[in-house]
């Protein structure tokens, strides 16, 4: 008997729309399988559903490789890695960008693997057990169809723990990545440490929102606040955009400000950045009691709510560092706010920004809506694989 699931009567209806995940309480019983196994998805009359991996640990027991009857062997993870790779190409300019995200895991079918490209390099998140067991036939895969010179593991990621995985970290294949890999992103250039920076190294999520900066479109953005900066992305855009705009970076991490006072500089115009590191809270309450102002803000925070438990706590401080910042505007001033939270709709977080201008008591109008860069996609079939939200507001 080849390894099976059966589920509860009418918990087929999600796998039936495309959805790649089994909920553990969706499952009636557990026939063979092994944690980390493939497995058959069956419905409650034992139809076969999907082909997917096992982990009884994890409150997301399995993950759909695929609604077909068909074997998911190498040559299966081979055609899913050929037909993300295929997909970027339409997406990325490879004259202007050498970075990007090659597989963005379930909304490039291939559930817990993240493949994100810096130069010459490689580096790859495998975020659950079902993919930790095939980790070395991706990494052969991935250096026969992108061959680059190494491929670095980044898979020091909060989710693994509730698949029962601890971090791993180093290089699985060719050379050791410099400590600074220098990419090029729409033309322009950074220096990224994919072995101690956030993420893979670079928030390559926001490429399309920095390029679409709507204070870069308004010649009055002079003096501009990125806060929750990182490594100076917005910052050079911005600086570039308009040949007068000075920029503050402001950041809780000195390594990421130190990077992008280096990125200015790669960039010619670190004469134009001020970096102040510190809580942006604190900050940007001593800017207001200061009575200092800005034409632009970019509030780009962390993850503010990770589970649904933090929803309440989370809000209160996007609402918090929204209110702070519309104080701090000019008149006709413009922010630009992010949230990445997963678990904070696009609806919910407009509703945010709304309190927040109320309290602040300006009138404010949305003149874009932002989202994740689209080799970061976003699948129909999986509402999840949305998160990054972004609102461009002018202020009266
Ligand atoms: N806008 C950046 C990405 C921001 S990531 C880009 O385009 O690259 C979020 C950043 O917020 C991180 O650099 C982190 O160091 C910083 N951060 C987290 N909590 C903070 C806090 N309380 N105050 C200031 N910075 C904080």
Redesign the pocket.
Known sequence: MPPRIILKPGKEKPLLARHPWVFSGAIARVENARAGETVDVCDATGRFLARGYYNPQSQIAARVWTFDDAPVDRDFLRARLERAIGARDPLIDRATTNAYRVVNAESDFLPGVIVDRYADFVVMQFLTLGVETRKMELVELVAELIAPRGIYERSDVDVREKEGLVSSVGVLYGETPPDLIEIRESGFRFGVDVKRG?KTG??LD?REN?RQLAVSRQPSAVEILN?????G??AVYACAANKNARVVN????RD?LNLARENMRLNDCDARGEFVE????QILRRYRDQGKSFDAI?L???KFVSAQAQLHSGLRGYKDINLLAFKLLKPGGTLVTFSCSGQVSAPLFQTVVFQAATDARRDAHIIAKLSQAPDHPILLAFPESEYLKGLVCRVD
């Open positions: 956030h670079f928030y926001q920095r806060v929750f900066s990182y490594t992305g917005f402001l950041d809780a991490s990421a510190g809580d942006a809270f970019i780009d925070p962390p």
